[in-house]
């Protein structure tokens, strides 16, 4: 039951990224182009997702605890690190050189090309580089 | 600037879509929908009892936008090609193998990328997500300034 619940999570986020025009670079790199021809569609899709789940977790949050899970798990942790900042930016060079962030890239395999294939792989290799430094 | 409203229209209602998956996983399992640390986590540490679920939701993931392909009916969103679902990389391999090493590193070490930190971080006011996702909006901002108007030279 838990997979089938992931499984509608992940199709619903697919669904989304794919009808938003996410799996697009093109489009995310014209929301970053704030000095050339201005694409504001990541701005719609981004405040339409903000939104409706600041609204959504506050009535989940209402139950004790998940449907089929004994706990909410939730990052705890409220202070500014160098980790967190440092590697947002790194993320942020990667994100404007490509107009991939990992939920687009990944839901783009349907459409694979071969600087994707790379783009990904190449990600892969980043997650666990992470982990040791 | 060109306003499309087809185009906003449907950021918008995929927007409302991602929205909804988030809250569907808390929900459901009481679990964050970022990409980075389901997929990431999954792949470098497989962690024993807490993989099935990842699986499901990339399999979810992978299978929404080839079903609105499979669909046809033109509900895709890809700027110039109007219905057509997966849009063409901006770079070459060299770039991509690049870039896709910042961007594993960076949610690596950040904790989180677009929708980790910005579509269920803001919905939380978490002041770490809030944080983050300033930083690498204005990163990536400043990233595709330097290669389209400073190297590239384009307007």
């Known amino acids: 039951m838990r997979s089938v619940m992931a ?12 009808i938003s025009g996410m799996t697009d670079p093109a ?23 903000v939104v409706t789940n600041f609204v959504g977790y506050r009535l989940a949050m209402r139950r004790p605890n998940p449907l089929f899970a004994s706990a909410f798990q939730l990052p705890t942790r409220r202070d500014l690190d160098g980790r967190l900042l440092g590697g947002a930016a790194l993320f942020g060079v990667g994100w404007g050189l490509s107009g991939y962030c990992p939920g687009p890239a990944f839901a783009s395999v349907s459409g694979i090309t071969l600087p994707l294939a790379a783009m990904l792989a190449a990600m892969i290799v980043g997650w666990f580089i992470a982990r040791r430094v | 600037m060109t306003v499309d409203m087809t185009a906003s ?13 988030a809250t569907w996983l808390m929900i459901t399992l009481g679990r964050i929908a970022g990409i980075s640390g389901i997929l990431g986590t999954l792949i470098t540490a497989r962690p024993k009892g807490d993989s099935g679920w990842r699986l499901a939701f990339l399999l ?3 299978s929404g936008p ?12 890809v700027a110039g090609q109007a219905g057509a679902v997966i849009g063409a990389p901006a770079g070459g391999v060299a770039t991509m193998l690049v870039a896709g090493l910042l961007v594993g590193v960076g949610t690596g070490i950040g904790s989180g990328c677009t929708s980790g930190h910005g579509v269920c971080g803001l919905a ?17 901002i400043v990233t595709v300034f330097v290669v389209r108007h400073v190297i590239g030279g384009d307007a």
């Open chain 2, 60 to 62: 979810g993931l992978v």
């Open chain 2, 124 to 140: 939380r006011l978490s002041p770490r997500s809030m944080a983050a996702t300033l930083v690498f909006l204005a990163v990536a």
């Open chain 1, 27 to 49: 489009r995310v790199l014209g929301f970053l182009d704030v000095a050339g021809d201005w694409d504001p569609t990541l701005m719609f899709v981004l405040g339409g997702a």
């Open chain 2, 9 to 21: 229209l449907h950021g918008l209602i995929g927007g409302v879509l991602i929205g909804l998956s």
């Open chain 1, 7 to 18: 499984y509608i999570a992940g199709l619903l986020f697919g669904l989304g990224l794919a």
């Open chain 2, 66 to 77: 080839a079903l609105v392909i499979l669909a046809g009916g033109g509900l895709g969103n």
